[in-house]
């Protein structure tokens, strides 16, 4: 436990400070290597690469059919039940969020319009490793069919077996995914970027990913011409605010829920109560012992904080400095602060709002801002799948109307050519 008003200020940046990430340099360089082998041999590359790192020796990427049908036929019915209920909450709420189109006359004779249309081509990368995550493909499948994506790609690792969990599958189909490779890692993330034989180039790039997949996407983006992605990332985080009236259990077991992530994530805990924090540390350890994941839980535990502060006003402004991935609140009256809470790509609401209700079937987009990024950038949404474009249209009034101030300042700028374009059209109106 650590006391936040006896720490300096630098003692409390380093308290709140992320686990370290991998050597960026070496990183950097090998996955800059693995997408110019995507780049020269394509297909290739990514059969090669399946083959070192996955451990599987392909003959095709993509998944056929037959073969989704064939896994998705092994799925228990309380299996589907789940999600498909998943499903139509994130759907209902992602429906909510789509944006009017704009039209207004910002002058007499001057139309301006501001259009929303979908991506042309998204590409969705879905995690392997330790765990399968159907519901990433939620998450990121269904704000894509909302928003009316033409063109889905889903790319993921496949098992040893050479094939995807039969739950992936069957979230792709509810949401009309049917282009599915077997391609993980920064591969994976080049050849949506690139293009290959089998998968052709798209628009933009989604989904979480570990170091490689992260530093892929940051790369791809600086490809003149390449693909956006939907946001920055680091590993997955937690905070935890709560006063002597939470739960311990409760506390503990969100806490918990975000460390069995991998070994670097990340869980705090901040409070004004010492009770309360000697009661959760004591609740994690006996939880912890339960835990399938035990040992991945209890290495990111390392990683983890109890801090204490001098009452609730505080715990927020050591929040905010924090800017969590997660935020969940277990105080009294936790809504009354929300307006307070500046810096979250997430929040839960009191003692029955897990962060795992946001992770899988509340609604809401469990694709958000990690690493500090909540300070600047927003939880995942329609509007990322969807593109602003404008359109003006002046009649000839609305050019009288405007045209002398518009070569006024193309003159003030020294661009006789946009001076000359409207000059050009008010004489031919004399």
């Known amino acids: 436990m650590q006391n936040w008003n006896q720490l300096t200020s630098q003692e409390q940046v380093s308290l709140l400070a992320r686990p370290a990430l991998a050597d960026n340099q070496s990183l950097s360089q090998a996955v800059a290597a693995i997408i110019e082998q995507v780049a020269e041999h394509a297909d290739d590359a990514l059969i090669d690469l399946a083959k070192r790192f996955d451990g599987v020796e392909l003959t095709e990427l993509r998944l056929s059919k037959a073969a989704i049908e064939q896994a998705i036929a092994t799925l228990s019915n309380e299996r589907k039940a789940a999600i498909e209920l ?18 207004i006359e910002t002058s007499p004779g001057v139309i301006c319009e501001l259009k929303h249309q979908a ?33 889905k790609v889903l790319c993921s690792p496949p098992n040893k077996q050479g094939v995807l969990a039969a739950e992936i599958l069957y979230a792709a189909t509810l949401c009309d995914i049917d282009e599915i490779y077997l391609c993980g890692g920064a591969q994976a993330i080049a050849a949506m970027a690139l293009g290959t034989q089998s998968i052709a180039r798209v628009d933009k790039i989604f989904g979480p990913g570990n170091s490689y997949v992260t530093e892929a996407k940051q790369q791809v983006s600086r490809i003149p011409g ?33 460390a069995e992530h991998g070994i670097d994530s990340q869980a705090v ?46 715990a927020v402004e050591v929040s905010n400095q924090y800017g969590p991935e997660h935020l969940i609140l277990q ?11 500046t810096n979250a790509g997430s929040i839960f609401v009191g003692p029955w709002s897990p ?62 050519a946009h001076k000359q374009a409207v000059a050009l059209r008010l004489d031919a109106l004399k």
């Not at 998204?122 to 033409?150: D, E």
């Not at 105080?331 to 809470?341: A, E, G, V």
Request: glycine content about 8%; aromatic content about 6%.
């Open 119 to 151: 991506i042309a081509a998204v590409g969705l990368y879905i995690p392997g490793g330790t765990a399968p995550l159907p519901s990433t493909v939620l998450m990121l499948g269904t704000t894509a069919q909302v928003a009316g994506c033409p063109r």
């Open 269 to 314: 805990l901040v409070s004004d109560s010492v009770d309360l924090i000697t009661a959760v540390k004591q609740a994690v350890e006996q939880q912890l012992s339960r835990l399938g994941r035990a040992e991945i839980a209890r290495q990111s535990m390392q990683h983890g904080r109890y801090i204490l502060t001098q009452d609730i006003a505080e």
């Open 355 to 416: 962060e795992s209700a946001g992770d899988y079937a509340s609604g809401t987009n469990h694709v958000l801002p990690t690493y500090g990024y909540a300070r600047n950038t927003s939880s995942l949404g329609l509007l990322d799948f969807l593109r602003r474009y404008t359109v003006q249209e002046l009649s000839q009034e609305g050019l009288r109307q405007i045209g002398p101030a518009i070569m006024t300042l193309a003159d003030a700028e020294g661009l006789d």
């Open 331 to 341: 105080m009294n009256n936790p809504r009354s602060w929300l307006d307070k809470l």
């Open 226 to 258: 390449g693909p956006a992605i939907d946001m920055p990332a680091g590993p997955s985080e937690v905070l935890v605010i709560a006063d002597q009236s939470a739960n311990p259990d409760f506390v503990a077991s969100d806490l918990l829920s975000q």
């Open 86 to 103: 998943a499903y139509q909450n994130i759907r209902t709420f992602h429906q909510a969020q789509r944006p009017q189109d704009v039209r």
